[in-house]
């Protein structure tokens, strides 16, 4: 943090703002004692949690107290195949003989379930992710029992989604799930599968496996059929179990672009299908005609939602020249009123990195974006002595060929550049490999839809910015991914047709 | 007694008939061992030529009016009716049969009529409104993936390449063909009827050589977004998806063997297009 702290840039900021004491909150910290978490938790195989073949366990951490939340197992190859082989027979034996319409309020339970179990779920996310209560318990959890309410009634009516074709389901899908949003991806993942008709092996990221092993106890007081869903926990060598499982007929991965090629690399030669959401370097593009403020707002809700760690984060700004001066000028002054710390805390804007090595990647990617030149802006806000903090923060003078304006850096920070004409605007918004998400902002319609139009991604916020829903699609072009999960675009990676 | 005048086969790249940058070329040949031609034995050069025809020619071509893609298609369609005895001819040098040979090319023209007629419709299949749960109008619309790499099947060689080519190309996308291997005549042959019907040049690109040579190349090109591995021997599809892989290629096949090429419902349809779009999703606020 050295580097960032010699730029520290109080001293900078313009005069009239607010000071940082103008802008403190009283402490108002989320109840914790309203549930239990158990000292460990074992593999979630056949409808039991069992003990890890391996025998081993490893800590989850609360990443803004660096405590030990819960010791989870650590599924080696044989827990996993152990888990594919339920998986195998519960589709056999009972949920490929299900009625669909069954199959359905067996869904329908698990929403209303999370939804019932709402407030222990947003805590624990936030405890075991470090993201603020405000954003698990409104937007975390919320939508993870909607996508589960959405996909529960698609089961009972897959023939209307893919006219003049019999839809048949696929068989056992291994999922694989980043810790970003950790409900909420294994929601958007088991939800169209079971819906589907398909059962599912479940891997959650190994810095953040509790809610989806609350959501297996779900899946228990549902009395889901043993097998159905299984969730072995672990770090990348138990992905790899599972991607190469060989009696496995689907893989869906979100994570990074590396790691997801790595996937498809490996399913080579393979009838399994797959489906991969992976990272993003999204434009946000503002007009010099859009509502500033409101445009402040959506830059900031676009990199600082979640830490920055959404892989359609808004962060590459692109702001129309004459409308850089008082741009910056107004972010400058927003993130500092930017309420960083105890994720617990309900006035909380931005919680704690992830983990350790989350946080030395963004160092390592800030750094290089002072190196190469731009000029970093920070908060100066004060962080908290244990965890893992990082202030937010934006570079200007950014070129393009810089490592801040090509990588993802999953974190806090944004890269601001320019532009003049809607043209140029758009090459340089479409100038990555990546085509995972947009955003636009002008008051001009017909400017909106030519934008839209020829922006290559999967996903555009015009004047708006990291809004989601069940029933929107959302996935990449290019190299952010294939196949689509949301809306009846999300039930395609999960069927066959003929 | 008059000498025919023989006709050479040239490579289609970016609307010209140039001969391979190459120089090199392969003996086709009929059933009985006889020289039919000697075709272009295409180059990594005039592939990746290809490729950036194709990338030049996508904006423009997705960029056109549904309806304007549907009449190009349809043209295709007339120019090959009209033109259909040289497509025959090339198919019974082959020796195909008479009757099958015109079976063929009957059956390649209305294909290409079957997803002329598509161009505009199957974005209001794939398309949809997306009730939201909040004020915001929210929409999906599929969009060409851009630049395609065909392999085209062996055989049927003149039926097969068009059945997926046309749907490539009627969803906005751009195609790099590589023909038949054995049977590469009509192909090329097709090629000279495209130039002939309002197809822009770079939208459809033939490349005729050896498989084993073409394929890796245009598997591992980081400027094409789709393969289509149709066409790909079966041991060499493992190493295409590897390749593929580089840059996320969405990769597609179609069995035809298994399925068969004259199966209407299931060789052709909405679905061949949809698996060389991306669904796009657009949000917008409601208010005053």
């Not at chain 1, 790595?262 to 991969?276: D, F, H, P, W």
């Not at chain 2, 940058?21 to 075709?39: F, I």
């Not at chain 2, 423009?60 to 549907?70: E, L």
């Not at chain 2, 490539?168 to 000279?192: C, F, Y």
Request: hydrophobic fraction near 40%.
């Amino acid at each position: 943090m050295t580097t960032i702290t010699e730029v520290e840039t109080r001293d900078r900021l313009t005069p009239g703002t607010a000071a940082p004491s103008l802008w403190e909150y009283a402490p108002s910290l989320e109840a914790t004692d309203h549930f239990k978490l158990a000292p460990r938790y074992n593999l979630f195989i056949g409808g039991k949690f069992v003990e890890p073949h391996s025998k081993k366990w490893f800590p989850s951490i609360n990443p803004a107290t660096e405590e030990q939340l819960a010791e989870v197992a650590e599924a080696d190859a044989e827990d996993v195949d152990r888990a594919v082989r339920e998986a195998r027979r519960a589709y056999e034996k009972v949920w490929r003989k299900l009625a669909p319409s069954e199959r359905a309020k067996y869904i329908f339970r698990i929403a209303r379930l999370i939804q019932e179990k709402a407030r222990a779920l947003a805590v624990v996310e936030t405890m075991d992710g470090g993201k603020p209560i405000k954003e698990s318990r409104d937007i975390d959890i919320p939508l993870a029992a909607a996508h589960f309410f959405y996909y529960a009634g698609w089961a009972d009516k897959l023939e209307y989604a893919f006219p003049n074709r019999n839809v048949a389901s696929l068989g056992v899908a291994g999922q694989i799930i980043p810790w970003n949003f950790p409900l909420l991806m294994a929601a958007w993942k088991l939800a169209p599968a079971l819906a589907a008709g398909n059962t599912v092996v479940l891997k959650p990221a190994e810095t953040t496996p509790l809610t989806a092993l609350l959501l297996a106890e779900i899946m228990q007081e549902a009395d889901l059929p043993p097998g159905v869903v299984n969730i072995v926990t672990g770090a990348g060598a138990t992905g790899a179990a599972l991607v190469s499982h060989p009696d496995v007929d689907k893989i869906a991965f979100t994570g990074s672009t590396a790691v997801g090629k790595r996937i498809q690399r490996e399913l080579a030669g393979t009838k399994k299908k797959v489906s991969l959401e992976l990272g993003g370097k999204a434009p946000n593009i503002v007009f010099d005609d859009a509502p500033l403020d409101q445009a402040v707002e959506g830059i900031i809700n676009g990199i600082y939602f979640n830490q920055g760690h959404v892989c359609c984060a808004g962060s590459r700004l692109f702001l129309q020249e004459s409308i850089v001066e008082p741009v910056i000028r107004k972010l400058r002054e927003r993130i500092q009123t930017l309420r960083v710390g105890n994720p617990l805390d309900k006035n909380t804007d931005v919680g704690a990195i992830n983990s350790a090595a989350q946080l030395e990647r963004i160092q390592a990617l800030v750094d290089s974006g002072i190196a190469e030149g731009a000029e970093i802006f920070q908060s100066s806000c004060a962080l908290p002595s244990r965890g893992y903090w990082f202030a937010p923060t934006f570079f200007t003078g950014v070129s393009q060929s810089y490592r801040i304006a090509q990588e993802e850096i999953f974190g806090p920070v944004l890269s601001v550049l320019t532009f003049r004409t809607p043209e140029e605007a758009i090459e340089k918004a479409n100038n990555t490999p990546y085509g995972l998400s947009a955003g636009v902002w002008t008051e001009k319609g017909s400017r909106i839809l030519k934008m839209a139009q020829q922006l290559k991604a999967g996903v555009i916020w015009a004047n708006t910015y990291n809004k989601f829903d069940p029933t929107s699609p959302f996935g990449g072009f290019k190299e952010s991914g294939f196949g689509r999960e949301g809306g009846l675009h999300g039930l395609a990676p999960y069927v066959t047709l003929s | 007694m008059r000498l025919n005048v023989r006709k050479t086969y040239k490579l289609y790249i970016n609307g010209e008939f140039p001969r391979t940058e190459s120089g090199r070329s392969y003996p086709v040949r009929g059933k009985g061992g006889e020289l039919l031609a000697n075709a272009c034995r295409g180059s990594r050069k005039d592939l990746r030529n290809a490729v950036a025809a194709a990338r030049k020619a996508q904006a423009g071509w997705g960029g056109k009016t549904a309806f304007n893609r549907g009449q190009i298609l349809y043209r295709i369609a007339e120019v090959c009716e009209s033109r259909a005895a040289e497509l025959v001819d090339e198919l019974k040098k082959h020796d195909m049969p008479a009757a099958e040979a015109r079976r063929e090319v009957e059956a390649v023209i209305d294909r290409w009529v079957y997803y002329a007629g598509w161009s505009d419709k199957y974005a209001q299949l794939f398309g949809t409104v997306n009730p939201v749960a909040g004020p915001y109008y929210n929409f999906t619309v599929p969009e060409p993936t851009g630049v395609v790499g065909v392999v085209a099947p062996e055989e049927p060689a003149l039926l097969g390449l068009v059945s997926r080519i046309a749907p490539a190309i009627v969803g906005g996308n751009t195609v790099i063909a590589i023909t038949s291997e054995a049977r590469p005549l009509a192909a090329i042959t097709l090629g000279e009827i495209l130039e002939n019907s309002d197809v822009p040049p770079g939208v459809l690109n033939f490349i005729s050589g050896l498989k084993t040579e073409l394929v890796p190349w245009l598997a591992a090109h980081m400027d094409v977004n789709a393969i289509d591995t149709t066409g790909v021997a079966a041991e060499a599809i493992p190493a295409v998806q590897r390749s593929a892989a580089e840059n996320v290629k969405r990769v597609i096949h179609f069995d035809g063997k298994r399925i068969g090429w004259d199966d209407a419902r299931q060789s052709q349809g909405p679905y061949a297009i949809y698996d060389f779009q991306e669904s796009k999703t657009v949000w917008h606020p409601i208010g005053m």
